[in-house]
């Protein structure tokens, strides 16, 4: 038994050595063969008779039979955060499929909460997400950074309904009821897909990115690490998955580092990979965020080995087909009536971005004791704020799901970002609170100088380190000199505005609120 299991784990080794050999050359031709689902369902179909029989699998002869051919279907998404509206669209796909006979699973690379207020405001918080991945037959989830953002209870939740996996997480006995590191599926045919997942940790606490008080006891290790100890895996089933949420620059490294993978399904980094990448001889994946894409895997074997895979992403914006049933479903979550709940009454309607603008920075820099905050006025989706001030004006205020991060600026920093935000826009770009400031440009909007003072007019302390808090789009996408790389505070810049309107605030001070300002040659006063 123990011999002829280790020469099939030789026979295996080679033939990934032969494989990894040949990957390079058979993927560009890989990418590019279409496979149509008449293809798929027959092989199906002619697989399903080359069954192992319940005898020779218990005969203790070596290696039970595997399909002598086989085709397997993966739809995959990942980072949905909360944006269920597609699902209408991912549920006639998927069903087209699954009608054809098509071995066909369906796999989530991890947050599936957090983002959209329908879900993320639910009772209980992310229900709705739940129901619709149970509708679409979900067959595992890894687990990502921002399925703690409702607390374990959730994530219990979710355990409860679909498997969920991770390799680097270790929950004491209680904790988290069905996480397991690894599983393995079977298709109709006998074929076994073994599935782990990883999920990223921050370089700085070793914790993944959300609020360290979601995490209770769970403990984490190295992701990348971690998976060098799951090549034993290779030998469990026929396909081996790696369904990650480290982001798409590592599981670049992790194809790398283990050539017995098949196939890599990321997540994190919201990385629209199409077609899919065969690095290592492993195919990498990842279908963007936000439920815009499906992604879609084609495997083909022959005698229990991977012998061809292609990966793209179906664009849902250019699918035309929904399921009305889920229709009906998206339609009875939109009328959640907590998002109609008041939060604030204000004295007046609050109006023009530079309004918004300081209520926004302000309530950034009140929830994390800032000294200064800033957001760019693209960031800030509406004009005006009604009297009466509801959770989802909030969310249509700021939609984006952004986070405050905060960073040690001085003040020579604050100036370049200030001049850098001007220059990108050749217009007042940034909204701010706890000082103000005002740009001086040539005609040509070429900066000339930025002056910054205190609230009170008084000049800004050169010679001082101030607590800078942006948006997480600022502080990613605006080119500007700061020795601090920065920190997220973890929580959304919209979680940040809900707090501070709940806080019975005196709305009345943002009247006409202005704080930036910019002279501009040859035009007079610019208002
Ligand atoms: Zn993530």
Avoid at 62 to 91: C, L, M, Q, T, Y
Avoid at 286 to 311: P, Y
């Amino acid at each position: 038994m123990k011999r002829a299991r280790s020469f099939r784990t030789a026979m295996r080794l080679l033939a990934v050595a032969l494989l990894t050999a040949l990957s390079l050359s058979s993927a560009t031709s890989a990418t590019t063969r279409p496979s149509t689902t008449t293809t798929s369902s027959l092989m199906a179909e002619s697989t399903r008779e080359a069954l192992p029989t319940e005898s020779s699998a218990t005969t203790g002869l070596p290696a039970p039979a595997v399909p002598p051919e086989s085709r397997i279907v993966i739809f995959h998404i990942n980072d949905v955060h909360g944006k269920i509206d597609n699902f209408a669209k991912v549920a006639a796909i998927l069903d087209a499929e699954r009608k054809t006979g098509a071995q066909v699973f369906f796999f989530s690379a991890g947050d599936n909460f957090t983002g959209d207020p329908v879900v993320d405001q639910y009772d209980p918080p992310g229900e709705p997400m739940l129901e619709m991945l149970a509708r679409l037959n979900l067959d595992v989830t890894a687990l990502g950074n921002h399925e703690f953002d409702y607390g374990l209870e959730a994530v219990r939740r979710l355990a409860a309904r679909f498997p969920i996996i991770s390799a680097n997480i270790q929950a004491p006995p209680g904790t988290l009821p069905g996480l397991k590191p690894w599983i393995a599926l079977k298709a109709k045919d006998g074929t076994k897909l073994v599935v782990f997942s990883l999920i990223q940790i921050e370089p700085g606490n070793g914790l993944p990115s959300t609020h360290p008080d979601k995490l209770g006891d769970l403990r984490f290790s190295e992701p990348l690490s971690k998976a060098l100890e799951l090549k034993k895996l290779r030998a469990e089933g026929q396909v081996l998955i790696g369904l990650t949420h480290i982001g798409h620059e590592q599981d670049l490294i992790l194809a790398g580092a283990m050539p017995e993978i098949d196939v890599i399904i990321g997540g994190h980094s919201h990385t629209r990979v199409d077609p899919a990448k065969i690095v290592n001889g492993v195919l990498v994946t990842q279908a963007g965020s936000d439920n815009l894409f499906l992604g879609r895997i084609d495997l083909f074997l022959k005698n229990g080995r991977v012998v061809e895979k292609t990966g793209r992403l179906v664009d849902l914006s250019q699918v035309k087909d929904e399921d009305p049933a889920v229709k009906a479903m998206l339609a009875k979550y939109h009328t959640n009536p907590a998002l109609a709940r008041v939060l604030i009454e204000a004295p007046f309607e609050l109006t023009g971005k530079n309004a918004l603008g300081c209520l926004f920075t302000d309530a950034m820099r009140a929830a994390h004791n800032l000294d200064i905050a800033f957001q760019n006025n693209g960031g800030i989706r509406i004009n005006r704020l009604p009297k009466s001030i509801t959770l989802k004006d909030v969310y249509t205020l700021d939609p984006f799901g952004n986070e405050t991060v905060e960073i040690a600026m001085t003040a020579a920093e604050i100036r370049g970002l200030v001049k850098a935000s001007f220059e990108k826009r050749k217009e007042i770009d940034l909204q701010v609170s706890g000082m103000t400031y005002l740009v001086r440009a040539d005609a040509a909007k070429q900066v000339k100088s930025v002056q910054l003072n205190n609230l009170d007019g008084s000049p800004l302390a050169e010679d001082k380190t101030f607590k800078v808090g942006l948006s997480s789009y600022v502080a990613t996408t605006y080119d500007f000199a700061h020795k601090d790389p920065g920190r997220s505070t973890r929580t959304l810049t919209v979680d940040d505005l809900i707090q501070y309107l709940k806080s019975a605030v005196d709305l009345g001070i943002y009247r006409d609120a202005r704080r930036a300002f910019s002279e501009i040659e040859s035009e007079p006063y610019r208002n």
